[in-house]
Structures are given as C-alpha cells and as structure tokens.
C-alpha cells in the first residue's frame, strides 16, 4: 500500500488493517515452513506495509499529544 492511502484511512481502520497484514505474514510463515510459499518477495512488503502503519499511527499520536 502506498503512504497516501494510509494516510487517509482512520486510527480503527489501520488497526483492523496491521491486524489483518500480522494474520497474513503469521499465514505466510507457516506455509513457508511447510515449504510452499509463491511470492517470497510478498514477506518483506507485508513487513513494509505494517511498518508504514505502524509509523502513521505513531506520527498521529505525537501530532496529538504535541496539539
């Protein structure tokens, strides 16, 4: 997902959001020990992804703790 779209998303939708892309690397790893995984590349942009959240999330509760 790009910055933007997260950017425009509310505080609950990004928490469903990091919830539902942890669910899906926890998904991943297993069938990466089962020895079928399709997309490895998939692992490191689902960790991009709830990094990008997570740092939103962050920079919103400075931005409101500093206001």
């Known amino acids: 997902m790009k910055i933007k779209e997260l ?15 942890k669910k899906d690397l926890f998904d991943m790893e297993s ?3 089962m020895g ?6 998939s692992f490191r942009n ?3 992804d709830i990094a990008r959240i997570l740092t939103i999330i962050n920079e ?4 409101n ?3």
Request: hydrophobic share 30%; aromatic share 0%; no cysteine.
């Open 7 to 21: 950017n425009n998303l509310s505080a609950d939708d990004l928490t469903a959001k990091e919830k539902q892309l």
């Open 31 to 33: 069938h990466r020990q």
């Open 36 to 41: 079928r995984v399709e997309k490895p590349a």
């Open 46 to 48: 689902i960790r991009r």
């Open 60 to 63: 919103r509760r400075i931005s």
């Open 65 to 67: 703790k500093n206001a």
